[in-house]
C-alpha cells in the first residue's frame, strides 16, 4: 500500500545543519516533491526529484534514491525563520495522484 | 504571493450550518485541489478537478461537495457541519492533470473554519 514516514519533529541549533528524511513505499513512483510549511499559513514548494542524486537550491537540497525509496532534504546555516513543518509528497500512477506525508515539525533554537 | 486565492479568510459558523469556499487558481492552471487540515495535523485531501471535470477523490465526506467552473474557479460546499469539521481548508492548483517539476502545486492562503 501507499505509506510516507518522515519523523514527527526535530530540533536544531541556528548556523548548524538539519537533515529530515523521508521514506516511502508507493506503486509506480513518479516523483518526490518537498514543501515548507509555516504554522497557519499555506504549504509552498521547495524542490523536486524526479532522478536519484542531489539538487541543490541555494542553502537547501534534496536528495532521492528510488531504489531505497528514500530521500532528505539538507537545510543548511540554519535560520530562526527555517522552523516550520516539513512536507515530503510522493506522486504515484498514471494519474500522478500525490500522496502526502505527515510533515516533521522543525524547531530552530538560538 | 502563490496567484491562488481563497475566500473568505476565516468563516464561523454553528453546527448543521452549510458553507461555500472559494477559489480561484493561479492564472493559466487548468487543476484545483481541495485539501483539509485540522490542528496539528497533515494534509487530508479531498477532491481534485482538472478543466471542469472531477478527476481525483480522496476522503471528501458525502456531506461535501465540490465544482469547478468553466472559468476555472472552484467551490467547495459544507453541509450539516459538525464540530470536526472545524478545520483550515485549503486550494491548490497547478497547471497540469498531475504535479510535475515544472508545475507543481500552488497553495492558497486557506479558509479556517470553526463550527461552534
Known amino acids: 500500500g501507499q505509506n510516507i514516514d518522515q519523523p514527527t519533529e526535530m530540533t536544531a541549533t541556528e548556523g548548524a545543519i538539519v537533515q529530515i528524511n523521508c521514506t516511502y513505499q508507493t506503486s509506480g513512483f513518479n516523483g518526490l516533491f518537498w514543501y515548507q510549511q509555516h504554522a497557519g499559513e499555506a504549504p509552498t514548494f521547495l524542490s523536486y526529484n524526479v532522478l536519484d542524486g542531489l539538487e541543490e537550491k541555494g542553502r537547501f537540497s534534496s536528495f532521492l534514491s528510488r531504489s531505497k525509496g528514500y530521500s532528505y532534504l539538507l537545510l543548511k546555516e540554519l535560520q530562526m525563520k527555517d522552523s516550520a513543518s516539513y512536507l515530503c509528497?510522493?506522486?504515484?500512477?498514471?494519474?500522478?495522484?500525490?500522496?502526502w506525508g505527515a510533515g516533521t515539525k522543525l524547531i530552530i533554537k538560538p | 504571493d502563490s496567484g491562488v486565492t481563497q475566500t473568505p479568510k476565516h468563516l464561523i459558523t454553528a453546527t448543521g450550518q452549510r458553507v461555500t469556499l472559494r477559489c480561484s487558481p493561479r492564472s493559466g492552471d487548468l487543476s484545483v485541489y481541495w485539501y483539509q487540515q485540522s490542528l496539528d495535523q497533515g494534509l487530508q485531501f479531498l477532491i481534485q478537478y482538472y478543466n471542469g471535470e472531477e478527476r481525483a477523490k480522496g476522503n471528501i465526506l458525502e456531506r461535501f461537495s465540490a465544482q469547478q467552473f468553466p472559468d476555472l474557479h472552484s467551490e467547495l460546499n459544507l453541509s450539516s457541519l459538525e464540530l470536526g469539521d472545524s478545520a483550515l481548508y485549503f486550494c491548490?492548483?497547478?497547471?497540469?492533470?498531475?504535479?510535475?517539476?515544472?508545475?507543481?502545486?500552488?497553495f492558497g492562503n486557506g479558509t479556517r473554519l470553526t463550527v461552534t
Open positions: 491548490a492548483s497547478s497547471a497540469e492533470q498531475g504535479p510535475f517539476s515544472d508545475s507543481p502545486l500552488h
Open positions: 509528497a510522493v506522486t504515484e500512477g498514471s494519474n500522478y495522484q500525490l500522496i
